[in-house]
C-alpha cells in the first residue's frame, strides 16, 4: 500500500528538478515583489494611519484591475501553453495577439472608470463607526494615490501579454530579472520620494505611487526587449505585429474558453473586494489591519501560488502534447507537493506572524488584531493551497466554465453571503467572522478534490485548431 501511495504522490528527483526549474523563478521574483511591497507598505503605515488606509482602498481597486487583465490573457494562454506543447508556433503567435487585444480593452474601461468614479468607489469602503482614524483624509489620500496609479495601468498590461506568453514556454528567469529590477527601483524611489531623502521633494503618498508606476515601465521595458531580441527563443513573436489577424476557428475557441475565465478573475476580484468592504463596515481600524495582515500574508502565500501556476504549465503541456496518463501523475504529485510545502510555510508563517505587525507606526490595537488575522490565515494555508492548485488543474485542460463555477460562482453564492450576514447581522468580533468566512474555504476543497479526481478536465483542446 505505501508503496503505491508513494508512485501516485511522490515523483522522482528528475520531475522535482523540472518542477522546480519553472516555480522557483517565479516564486522568487514573486517573493521580492511582496516583500517591497511589504516594505512600501511599512513605509506608507509610518505617516499614518489614515495615509495607509486610503492607499490600501486604492490597491484594492487595482487588485480587481489586475485581475481581470490576469483573466484576460490567461484564457488565451491555456491555448498558447497547449500550442507550444504541440510545436505550433502560429498558434502561440495568434494567442498573443489576442492577449495584446484583450488587455488594451480592459485597460481602456478601467482608466474610464478610475477616473469618472474614484471617489465613489474609494467611499465603498469607508465608514465612521470605528473610534480610530478619519475617513476623510483617508478618502483624500486614496483619491491621490489611485489618481496617479492609473498611469501605471498600461505598462502593467502591456507587460502581462508578454510575461504571460514567455511563461507558457518554460522561460520564467527574465521575467524574475525584470522584476527584480524593477521591484529593487520601487523600493529605493519609494524611500527617497515619500520622505524626501537626498534632497528630493518629500510626496508621501504621491512619492510612492509615482515610484510604482516609473518601476512598472521599467519592468515592462526590460520583457519587451528581451523578446524583440531573442526570436530563436520567442518564435512566435516574428512577424506578431505585421498583421492583426486571428483566424477565426481559434478566436472562436479562445472565446468560448477564455470569456468564462476572464469573466471568473473579474468577478472573483471584486469578490475578494466585496468581502473587505463587508469586513470595513466595523471601522477604519478594520481595514488597517487587514491591510497590515493581508500584506504579510501574500508574502507567504506567493508559494502555493506560484506552484499553482507551475501545475498550469506543466500539466497543460503534456495535455497539448497529448500525453493525458503523464499528466494525470504530474498533476497527482504536483498537488501533493504544493500542499505539504505550504503546511510547512504556515507554521512559518505562525511563528512569524506576530512580528511584522509590530513595525508599523500605528495604534497598538490594530497591530494585535492584525496578528489574530495572520493566524487566521497561516492556520487555513494548506486548504487555500489545495483549492488554488485544483483550480489550475480544471484551467490546464481547458473546463474554464468548471473553473468559473468552481472559483467565482461559489465566492459569490456562498462567501460573500456568509462574511456580510455576520459583518452586518451580528455583534460577533471581526476575529471571529474572519475566521468563519475563511472556513468556507474547507468545502470548497472537498468539491476541488471530487471534481479533479472525475478526470473531467484531462483533454487536449488543440488538436484540431
Known amino acids: 500500500m505505501f508503496k503505491q501511495w508513494k508512485k501516485t504522490f511522490i515523483g522522482t528527483k528528475d520531475f522535482y528538478i523540472y518542477v522546480l526549474g519553472i516555480a522557483i523563478p517565479m516564486i522568487f521574483q514573486n517573493a521580492i515583489t511582496n516583500f517591497v511591497s511589504f516594505l512600501d507598505n511599512i513605509m506608507v503605515g509610518q505617516i499614518g494611519t489614515e495615509q495607509m488606509s486610503g492607499v490600501a482602498i486604492a490597491n484594492q481597486l487595482i487588485f480587481v484591475f489586475n485581475l481581470c487583465i490576469f483573466g484576460g490573457v490567461s484564457g488565451a494562454g491555456i491555448f498558447g501553453t497547449q500550442f507550444f506543447g504541440k510545436g505550433d508556433i502560429e498558434g502561440q503567435k495568434y494567442t498573443f495577439r489576442f492577449k495584446v487585444y484583450i488587455c488594451t480593452t480592459i485597460t481602456a474601461l478601467a482608466l474610464f472608470l478610475g477616473t469618472r468614479y474614484s471617489t465613489e468607489l474609494i467611499s465603498l469602503y469607508l465608514n465612521d463607526t470605528g473610534s480610530i482614524g478619519d475617513i476623510t483624509l483617508a478618502l483624500d489620500y486614496g483619491r491621490e494615490y489611485l489618481g496617479i496609479m492609473l498611469i501605471g495601468l ?25 522584476s527584480m529590477v524593477a521591484v529593487f527601483t520601487n523600493l529605493i524611489l519609494d524611500y527617497c520620494l515619500i520622505f524626501g531623502a537626498f534632497g528630493l521633494p518629500q510626496l508621501g503618498v504621491r512619492g510612492a505611487a509615482i515610484a510604482t508606476i516609473i518601476a512598472r515601465f521599467l519592468e515592462c521595458f526590460i520583457v519587451i526587449i528581451w523578446v524583440h531580441s531573442n526570436h530563436n527563443k520567442n518564435k512566435y513573436i516574428i512577424g506578431a505585429y505585421r498583421s492583426f489577424f486571428i483566424p477565426r476557428n481559434i478566436l472562436q475557441d479562445i472565446l468560448k474558453k477564455g470569456t468564462p475565465l476572464m ?24 481595514v488597517a489591519s487587514l491591510n497590515i495582515a493581508s500584506t504579510v500574508t501574500n508574502l507567504f502565500n ?24 503523464e499528466a494525470k501523475d504530474a ?9 505539504t510545502t505550504c503546511a510547512g510555510m504556515a507554521i512559518l508563517m505562525s511563528a512569524m506572524g506576530g512580528i511584522f505587525p509590530n513595525i508599523y507606526n500605528t495604534e497598538a490595537s490594530i497591530k494585535e488584531l492584525a496578528t489574530k488575522l495572520i493566524m ?21 485542460g481547458g473546463k474554464t466554465m468548471i473553473t468559473f463555477l468552481f472559483d467565482s460562482v461559489y465566492t459569490w453564492v456562498v462567501v460573500i453571503p456568509v462574511a456580510y450576514c455576520l459583518s452586518h447581522f451580528t455583534t460577533w468580533g471581526i476575529v471571529s467572522v474572519f475566521f468563519c468566512v475563511q472556513s468556507m474555504e474547507f468545502v470548497k476543497a472537498i468539491i476541488g478534490f471530487f471534481m479533479v479526481k472525475s478526470n473531467v478536465w484531462l483533454n487536449t483542446i488543440v488538436k484540431n485548431s
Open 154 to 178: 498600461i505598462p502593467f498590461a502591456i507587460n502581462q501579454a508578454y510575461v504571460n506568453t514567455i511563461r507558457e514556454t518554460g522561460h520564467t528567469f527574465i521575467p524574475m530579472i525584470a
Open 263 to 286: 469573466i471568473n478573475e473579474m468577478m472573483w476580484s471584486i469578490g475578494m473586494t466585496t468581502i473587505v468592504q463587508c469586513y470595513a463596515v466595523r471601522g477604519l481600524e478594520v
Open 302 to 325: 506567493i508559494v502555493y501560488i506560484q506552484l499553482g501556476a507551475a501545475i498550469a504549465i506543466v500539466v497543460g503541456q503534456l495535455l497539448g502534447a497529448g500525453k493525458l496518463k
Open 331 to 339: 498533476d497527482n504529485k504536483m498537488i501533493f507537493f504544493v500542499v
Open 376 to 396: 487566521i490565515s497561516a492556520l487555513m494555508m494548506p486548504v487555500c493551497a489545495f483549492c488554488h492548485s485544483t483550480y489550475f488543474t480544471l484551467r490546464s
